[in-house]
C-alpha cells in the first residue's frame, strides 16, 4: 500500500461496501469512466439525508448510480430519489445498479438535458429536501438557482468537485468550468437565501441550506 493521506486513511476503517463495489465493476466492464463521488462524500449523502428526514431527493447526474445507492438506501419506506441524467446508458447503468441494491423501488430516472428536466419538474409543482449536483460543472450555478427554486425550506444541498481538480483555486485557469465554479463557490458562501459550507477533501464538496423556500 502506497502512502497513507487523511482520506485513504479513514476509507479504510470501513467495511467494504458491495453494492458500490459492483458499480465501479459495471462501469469499468462498460468501459465507462468512473468519476462517481468519493467514498468518503458518499457516506456523507447517506448520513445527511438520513439525519435531515429527507423524504424526496433530487439528483443530479447519474452516472453508474454510485451516489444514487448513497442516497436512496438512507430514504424512509416511502421515500424517493428523482434521478436527471443526460445519457440513457448511464440512466440505464445506474438504475440496474440500484435495483441490483434493492433500492430500484426507490429511483426515478429522468433522461435528457438537467435544465429541460429541472423545467419540468419546475411546472409539475415538484417539491425536494435534498439536492445532490455532481454533473456538468459550468451549469453548476444555473443547477443551484433550480434546486433553490425546487426546495422546500431548509433543504439540503450538496455539491461534488468544487475544487475542480485545483483549477477552481488557480487564477490562471479561466475556463468556462472554473469561472463558473467560483461563481457558484462564492454563491454557497455569500447569497443571503443559503447558510453554506465547503469541504476542502478529496474534490471539494458544497453544502448549503435552503433558508428561503415552501414550508415542507
Excluded at 469512466?33 to 439525508?49: H, P, Q
Excluded at 468550468?177 to 467560483?182: F, K, L, V
Amino acid at each position: 500500500m502506497g502512502e497513507w493521506t487523511p482520506n485513504t486513511y479513514f476509507d479504510s476503517l470501513y467495511e467494504s461496501d458491495r453494492d458500490l463495489e459492483r458499480v465501479a465493476e459495471r462501469l469499468q466492464a462498460e468501459g465507462m469512466r468512473d468519476i462517481s463521488v468519493a467514498a468518503g462524500y458518499g457516506r456523507l449523502l447517506t448520513f445527511l439525508v438520513a439525519a435531515t428526514g429527507a423524504r424526496r431527493v433530487l439528483e443530479i447526474g447519474a452516472l453508474g448510480g454510485y451516489s444514487g445507492i448513497c442516497l436512496a438506501r438512507a430514504l424512509p419506506e416511502d421515500g424517493r430519489l428523482v434521478s436527471l441524467e443526460l445519457k440513457r446508458e448511464y440512466a440505464e447503468l445506474a438504475r440496474e445498479n440500484l435495483t441490483a441494491a434493492g433500492l430500484g423501488d426507490k429511483a426515478e430516472y429522468r433522461v435528457g438535458e438537467a435544465a429541460a428536466s429541472l423545467e419540468e419538474l419546475k411546472r409539475e409543482g415538484a417539491r425536494f429536501d435534498f439536492f445532490f449536483i455532481d454533473a456538468d460543472k459550468e451549469n453548476y450555478p444555473h443547477y443551484l438557482e433550480a434546486c433553490i427554486a425546487l426546495a422546500n425550506r431548509g433543504a439540503v444541498i450538496a455539491a461534488d468537485n468544487t475544487l475542480l481538480g485545483g483549477k477552481t483555486i488557480d487564477e490562471t485557469r479561466q475556463g468556462p468550468s472554473a469561472r463558473a465554479m467560483r461563481h457558484f463557490n462564492q454563491t454557497i458562501a455569500r447569497d443571503e437565501r443559503l447558510q453554506g459550507v465547503h469541504l476542502s477533501a478529496f474534490d471539494g464538496l458544497a453544502l448549503a441550506r435552503v433558508l428561503s423556500g415552501m414550508p415542507d
